[in-house]
């Protein structure tokens, strides 16, 4: 088991959200940046490596969750992406997962769930998280 916390970009233009996420995820022992825009976050990710995934919220002002999944795709960032949503949109979901999305939550969702899907899609790009429990 490694003991590089894993490292997750947070993109909601909500700030309460980016907080609790930040809080929550740290509990886990993740390092974690947010950004309050997709055009933020777009801006300073250089390489899918600079992250180990992404939770990110599907609408924002500017450019959607769903964009911002498109850029990355378009040059080759091959970073996991978790979408969070508090609205229901026939098709989004179905289109997340289609462009490569790790995974889909709707708002409110249990800390576990999230948890959950990151620590698969890290499983998937071949890390072993080494947090189990909160506080780990």
């Keep these: 088991m490694s003991d590089i916390s894993p490292f997750i970009h947070v993109v909601d233009d909500d700030p309460s959200v980016c907080r609790a996420l930040k809080r929550l995820l740290r509990s886990w ?15 300073v990710l250089r390489s899918p490596h600079d992250a180990d995934c992404s939770v990110i919220d599907v609408q924002m002002p ?18 996991p992406v978790i979408f969070i949503t508090a609205h229901e ?18 708002k409110p969702f249990s800390d576990e769930a ?12 071949g ?10």
């Excluded at 999230?114 to 790009?125: E, Q, T, Y």
């Excluded at 890390?127 to 780990?136: E, F, L, Q, R």
């Design 62 to 79: 500017g450019m959607t969750g769903l964009e911002v999944q498109e850029q990355m795709r378009r040059a080759g960032m091959d970073l």
């Design 127 to 136: 890390a072993d998280p080494p947090w189990a429990t909160p506080g780990h």
């Design 89 to 106: 949109e026939e098709g989004v979901e179905e289109r997340a997962f289609k462009n490569g999305a790790a995974g889909f939550l709707r």
């Design 114 to 125: 999230l948890v959950g899907l990151i620590r698969d899609a890290m499983r998937r790009r």
């Design 29 to 43: 022992g993740m390092q974690v940046r947010t950004f309050s825009s997709g055009e933020e976050f777009l801006s």
